[in-house]
């Protein structure tokens, strides 16, 4: 059965930082595209981040510099490590595997299901 399962979320205070994680089962990693998303209430979902095959990343300009993606394929985990947060970093976060990326992947997973998705782990950042 294939699992994506996110944790590392909480509350944080601005300028601090967490480390999301997301455990991933039943799919060949090593082969999958995979990303961080993000959503808040009243908003649309959002790419946050993108790994491909090869380790090469892409950071949507809200996170560039504060963000960083990263993966381990022997333990088949996907990492997020966020820094600097900021208020507006408040969301749920959730991470998707996708074997056929294409074009924009950032932004055409954020509005759509391709692939494989997880529950979400919240982050809440206070001022």
């Known amino acids: 059965q294939v699992q994506l399962v996110e944790s590392g979320g909480g509350s944080v205070q601005a300028g601090g930082s967490l480390r999301l994680s997301c455990a991933a089962s039943?799919?060949?990693?090593?082969?999958?595209?995979m990303g961080w998303f993000r959503q808040s209430p009243g908003k649309a979902r959002e790419g946050v981040a993108e790994?491909?095959?090869?380790?090469?990343?892409t950071y949507a300009d809200s996170v560039k510099g504060r963000f960083i993606i990263s993966k381990d394929n022997a333990k088949r985990t996907l990492y997020l490590e966020m820094n600097n947060l900021k208020s507006e970093d408040t969301a749920m976060y959730y991470c998707?595997?996708?074997?056929?990326?294409?074009?924009?992947?950032?932004?055409?997973?954020?509005?759509?299901?391709?692939?494989?998705w997880g529950q979400g782990t919240q982050v809440t950042v206070s001022s």
């Open positions: 039943g799919f060949d990693f090593d082969d999958y595209h």
């Open positions: 998707s595997a996708d074997p056929f990326p294409g074009a924009g992947w950032l932004l055409t997973q954020a509005a759509h299901d391709f692939g494989y």
């Open positions: 790994i491909d095959v090869d380790g090469r990343t």
